[in-house]
């Protein structure tokens, strides 16, 4: 049984590709009996704005409490699922504002002279995007490939975590009723699959 945390940056829309996702994921996990965690940074009204004031605190290894509680969910959680829409080929900026406050320097990465050291090393990430330019076009364009530098690499590699999956769901907004349905239970394959993995 593992520990599940789903954070999910997408504004409370319940006719939208990614609360479908979201519901019918955390349904499909608590089945195989895993323990989840929603963190649904709307509805949490989660602040994504990293202030000088934060800043300050952080330096000083006094860590703001909403940050401190958004750690202890990380550090309880084997696996950290990340849901949320591309929008201008990068994340919302909840998600954004996420990492920036919560990933913070002691916490998820420190440095060692000039070797980064990551410190979530025992976490896997799973992160599943959609956007609504066609998904030919973002692969081509070499936006997808670049994303998962930056994300894969640039955040949770860089955080030590042993494991990245990374899902695209392209052309959202053009897709039927049925492709979308098919696009989330290829999700909810994959993430199980991933969560049950060694």
């Not at 940050?67 to 080929?89: C, S």
């Not at 769901?169 to 492709?179: A, L, R, S, V």
């Not at 239970?185 to 969560?195: G, L, M, R, V, Y």
Request: hydrophobic residues 40%; charged residues 25%.
């Amino acid at each position: 049984m593992a520990n599940i945390l789903l954070i999910y940056g997408h504004p409370k829309t319940p006719t939208s590709f990614n609360f479908a996702l979201k519901e019918k994921l955390v349904s499909a996990i608590k089945n195989k009996g895993h323990n989840i965690l929603v963190r649904d940074l709307y509805e949490v009204s989660f602040n994504p704005l990293l202030s000088s004031e934060d800043l300050a605190k952080l330096h000083n290894n006094e860590i703001p409490e909403d940050i401190k509680q958004e750690q202890e969910f990380i550090k309880n959680a084997d696996v950290i699922i990340f849901i949320y829409p591309i929008w201008w080929a990068g994340s919302p900026a909840i998600i954004k504002g996420y990492i920036d406050r919560v990933f913070s320097y002691g916490f998820a990465y420190m440095y060692k002279g000039s070797k980064v050291v990551g410190l979530l090393t025992d976490k896997r990430a799973i992160v599943i995007n959609s956007n609504g330019s066609p998904y030919d076009f973002y692969k081509n364009e070499g936006f997808y490939s670049a994303i998962k530098k930056t994300v894969d690499e640039g955040i949770f590699k860089f955080c030590g975590f042993k494991r990245v999956k990374h899902l695209f769901f392209g052309g959202i907004m053009n897709k039927t009723m049925e492709e979308k349905d098919e696009n989330i239970k290829q999700a909810i394959d994959e993430t199980i699959i991933e969560i049950e993995a060694k």
